[in-house]
């Protein structure tokens, strides 16, 4: 498992986002998959990044695990910044044009729908944000 502990800021998303591709590119996931977990994964880091400890800065814990018996990758986003279940925000009303739809809550919505599973916890103080995606 490959755990990176940084300062939660757009100048460390990078560095996630290379080892998570780095370590599917050694599993031998394909393109698309790659994207679409490196997609979810930039979203979940940036929301960290921005809005997890009201405009100061703080840590994030990103773990990577591949499960090799389910083929599954499985990613995991800690933070001890303000407690937010993104799960709860209701789902935006894609059918209305981009002008018509509040602000907010896109990003988390196509996490959803390009993870196979997505989980929130809040423990001892921590945000826990879960995506797991099989390949």
């Known amino acids: 498992m490959e755990e990176l502990k940084l300062q939660a800021s757009d100048a460390?998303?990078?560095d996630v986002l290379g080892t998570i591709e780095n370590h599917l590119l050694e599993q031998g996931?394909?393109?698309?998959l790659i994207?679409?977990?490196?997609?979810?994964?930039e979203e979940i880091y940036?929301?960290?990044?921005?809005?997890?400890?009201?405009?100061?800065?703080?840590?994030a814990v990103v773990q990577m695990e591949i499960m090799q018996?389910?083929?599954n990758c499985r990613i995991t986003f800690r933070d001890h910044g303000i407690a937010y279940n993104p799960l709860e925000k209701e789902d935006p009303d894609v059918t209305l044009s981009a002008e018509e739809?509040?602000?907010g809550g896109l990003g988390i919505y196509l996490v959803k729908q390009a993870m196979d599973r997505v989980e929130y916890e809040y423990?001892?103080?921590y945000n826990i944000l879960t995506i797991e995606k099989s390949f």
């Open 12 to 14: 460390t998303l990078q």
């Open 29 to 32: 996931c394909d393109r698309i």
């Open 35 to 41: 994207t679409q977990i490196l997609m979810a994964a």
């Open 46 to 59: 940036a929301n960290i990044a921005h809005y997890a400890y009201g405009g100061e800065s703080g840590d």
């Open 69 to 71: 018996d389910t083929k």
């Open 101 to 103: 739809r509040p602000i």
């Open 123 to 125: 423990k001892d103080g």
